[in-house]
């Protein structure tokens, strides 16, 4: 059976079509969920994507979080039950849904960083990098102005000696992130926050690489696992 992955569309999204498209690639069902529907139709695992969710007049994803959508994401999610991946402003959403620990704030450099970016992958022991080998270096786009991951001392430290940091910036760090954090899980490994773009190297005629596709193929990897055919 065919999985499905829910696509989150909030006000202000413009990444959700490229999410539903990656998704469809890697060879599931894309599902369109509407921010204002408190029904998450059944689906086996949620993307939130990129964009400017209520176009981040408070703070980035501060509104969305309390989208009734959320209502029925939280605790699938918070349980370890649900898979969800926050995308650019869908990590922002996450933290401010405290799914997450930390937050995004402005980019060091003040400016809004549009570019393409090598990652190193930290952790293959989520949902949504199951596809990849510790330590490979992939190429994917960052595009935000509010991407500088931060988090105190001890949350920092505590996502390091639990493997829970998922990517970092391979070379330099473009956005001021603590300790070159582009991308963190929580302590199941259902829920990803990756601030740069996945869904933008998924074919080679329009992105950068298709090293992206690894997100999208491992949440698939990760749910056949997880069915009774996989077991």
Request: net charge negative.
């Amino acid at each position: 059976m065919t999985a499905r992955v829910g696509v989150v569309t909030f006000p202000g999204s413009l990444d959700d079509k490229d999410a539903a498209r990656a998704v469809a690639l890697a060879g599931a069902e894309p599902v369109a969920l509407w921010h204002a529907d408190a029904d998450l139709r059944g689906v086996d695992a949620v993307v939130l994507p990129g964009g400017f969710s209520y176009g981040d007049y408070l703070r980035c994803g501060a509104i969305a979080r309390f989208a009734p959508l959320m209502s029925e994401l939280v605790p699938a999610a918070r349980s370890g039950a649900l898979p969800v991946l926050g995308i650019c402003n869908g990590f922002q959403i996450l933290c401010e849904s405290h799914l997450l620990p930390g937050a995004l704030t402005r980019n060091s450099t003040l400016r809004f960083v549009n570019r393409e970016q090598r990652l190193r992958v930290e952790s293959t022991a989520t949902a949504w990098t199951g596809d990849y080998a510790e330590g490979q270096e992939i190429l994917v786009v960052l595009k935000s102005g509010e991407g500088s991951y931060v988090a105190d001392e001890a949350t920092l430290d505590a996502l390091e000696a639990e493997n829970r940091v998922v990517v970092r910036y391979a070379g330099s760090d473009p956005n001021g992130s603590r300790r070159g954090i582009a991308g963190i899980t929580n302590e199941h490994g259902n829920v990803v926050g990756l601030m740069p773009h996945p869904e933008h190297a998924v074919e080679a005629l329009t992105g950068p690489s298709t090293e992206g596709l690894g997100f999208f193929t491992s949440i698939l990897a990760h749910l056949g696992a997880k069915s009774p055919a996989g077991v």
